[in-house]
């Protein structure tokens, strides 16, 4: 009776060992925060989420480590292949997020601005944020990627500055798509290097801000004369 009952006893284990075992490999997985929480939408947020706080405080130069985005996010290396194909595809991802919150944050609640207001506020906004379109842009570049569109929405906004001629804003003379770029040009470069331009001009980044800002609106400002005429009111000499 004594052997049969511990018979029974070492069958039973044989049985839930390989429960056992698997419920100990969850475990494993958990503690090393391998195992993905939730669907795919969440996931690739939480990924997005990683890359961009390890871009803020690495910086955009020293690159993105998917490893330390695997992990930070709590999921295996491959999830970021599986839903992104690439590096650089996660970070076309989180350009996307991160342009998708500006045009909101200017977007809303937006009223009908002129062509002096409306620049000054795309100046200001996100003006202090580490991690923001433009940086994330550039690191494309230097990544070798010669798909990278700088400047998002351009057909729109060239659009909108042929009705800032119309209105008024703008002299019929001046070269539109030059515009576009110059002021795109101005927008990103300050962007990237606003910080190490407080530092080397000896100033407060805030206090840049403000001084450039007046700068930017005396140009957009002189736009609206034409530029075949200087500030003195006299004809330029061709």
Not at 23 to 36: C, R, V
Not at 53 to 64: F, P
Not at 136 to 145: I, M, N, S
């Amino acid at each position: 009776m004594l052997i049969l009952l511990s018979a029974m006893i070492i069958v039973e284990w044989l049985h839930r060992k390989p429960d056992l075992k698997n419920k100990a490999m969850k475990q494993s997985q958990t503690k090393k925060g391998t195992k993905p929480k939730g669907g795919r939408a969440e996931t690739e947020q939480r990924l997005i989420d990683v890359a961009l706080e390890l871009i803020r405080n690495n910086g955009v130069l020293a690159g993105l480590n998917l490893r330390q985005v695997a992990e930070g996010a709590g999921v295996n290396r491959g999830n970021i292949y599986h839903y992104f194909g690439s590096r650089q595809e996660l970070l076309r991802a989180a350009i996307n997020r991160q342009f998708e919150a500006i045009v909101d944050s200017l977007t809303k609640g937006n009223v009908q601005a002129g062509f002096v207001a409306r620049r000054l506020r795309s100046f200001r906004s996100n003006i202090s944020n580490d991690t923001n379109d433009s940086m994330l842009r550039a690191l494309l570049v230097l990544d070798g990627d010669d798909t990278v569109d700088p400047i998002p929405l351009y057909e729109a906004g060239l659009s909108q500055l042929r009705q800032d001629v119309i209105d008024g804003d703008i002299d019929r003379g001046h070269d539109l798509e030059a515009l576009q770029v110059a002021i795109s040009a101005l927008l990103r470069g300050y962007r990237i290097f606003r910080l190490p331009y407080a530092k080397r001009v000896g100033i407060t980044p805030a206090e840049l801000d403000t001084r450039v800002t007046k700068i930017f609106q005396t140009w957009l400002e002189s736009l609206e004369r034409s530029p075949t005429i200087n500030q003195s009111g006299n004809k330029e000499v061709k």
